[in-house]
């Protein structure tokens, strides 16, 4: 598969260009399977049963939603923040279930927990992008419901998980309504939002990756330094203060307050259950008593330093952007 990166990651990001700049429905659901086409072949670099199952249970979810935005499109049923008719909700439907929004995001645990660590990292952040813009370019009003519900939906469902991996996940369907959020703002902070959105859910996933780490239970076994170096990339991503994430949600809250005061609200009350799941699955093992294992993997130090420092730089950088 190493022979084709040269040409499927261009196809990947020229998909993702091509439908955000085209004006045309077709175009920009081609663009949509280009995009499909391409993360298939990244999922299925590692081959074995799970990639299997679960490259095919993605192409069959996304080609369903492929079609049903097909099939508004051919019966010219694109009505653009129209009241709620089934014609008018056709479309987003079908781009919220592509993506993984909350309430259609059932599939999303057990299907993207399987894919390898880049498939991941795409699916957590670059897949995001299209059905984010063309819903709320489109369908405003509807996309404020979608806002809402991943807000609850990521920060409540991610209460009870064991696994890291469905954590990152949860954690993805709450920053998409933070997403909406920025950008109700301007296009500006959704950029900035989703660059520090996408540096921790990165860091993150080196380091699960680094340190083959797909259950909260294996930090126990881990080092004070690598324990603590978890924690800090959680609480970023929680939006714990003074760390990376903060400050984004932080000025998005700011600018939103005074002119969507509920949906201000509803943001800050359900990061609290956000906080309250990472810092309940990192603080607990930050307290137990550290045994080595012979198998245990030791990440290096600079690496580890290098995790800490991009964490804490989130004040610096918003200062000076600012």
């Not at 992008?129 to 369908?139: D, E, G, L």
């Not at 806002?147 to 991996?165: D, K, R, Y």
């Not at 998409?176 to 950029?191: D, E, K, N, P, T």
């Not at 603080?283 to 294992?293: A, D, R, Y």
């Amino acid at each position: 598969m190493k022979s084709y990166n040269n040409i499927i990651m261009p196809m990947f990001i020229m998909s993702i260009i091509m439908s955000l700049s085209s004006h045309s429905w077709i175009i920009i659901w081609m663009g949509m399977e280009m995009n499909l086409l391409s993360f298939i072949f990244f999922m299925m670099m590692k081959m074995n049963m799970s990639s299997n199952e679960s490259s095919m249970k993605y192409f069959l979810i996304q080609s369903s939603g492929s079609i049903i935005f097909l099939f508004s499109i051919s019966l010219n049923i694109i009505y653009f923040n129209q009241e709620f008719h089934v014609s008018s909700l056709a479309p987003p439907i079908a781009l919220a279930l592509k993506s993984g929004m909350a309430p259609l995001h059932s599939w999303t645990p057990d299907i993207i927990s399987k894919f390898n660590y880049f498939s991941l990292f795409l699916f957590l952040t670059l897949q995001k992008i299209v059905p984010t813009m063309i819903m709320f370019s489109s369908w405003y009003n509807f996309s404020m419901w979608i806002l809402i519900m991943n807000i609850m939906v990521g920060s409540i469902a991610g209460i009870p998980q064991a696994s890291l991996t469905k954590l990152m996940i949860f954690s993805s369907i709450n920053n998409i309504g933070w997403m909406f959020l920025a950008i109700m703002v301007s296009m500006y902070l959704f950029m900035i939002f989703f660059i520090s959105y996408t540096v921790m859910t990165m860091l993150m996933i080196w380091f699960m990756k680094y340190m083959q780490m797909k259950w909260l239970l294996q930090m126990k076994s881990m080092l004070l330094s690598q324990k603590m170096t978890v924690f800090f990339m959680m609480a970023s991503l929680s939006g714990l203060p003074p760390l990376l994430g903060f400050m984004p949600k932080w000025v998005i809250l700011k600018n939103t307050a005074m002119v969507v005061p509920l949906f201000s609200f509803l943001a800050i009350g359900f990061s609290l259950f956000t906080l309250y799941f990472y810092i309940k699955s990192s603080f607990s093992m930050l307290l137990l008593s550290h045994s080595e294992k012979k198998w245990n993997l030791s990440i290096p130090t600079p690496l580890n330093s290098l995790f800490l420092t991009l964490n804490f730089i989130g004040p610096i950088v918003w200062i000076t952007m600012t």
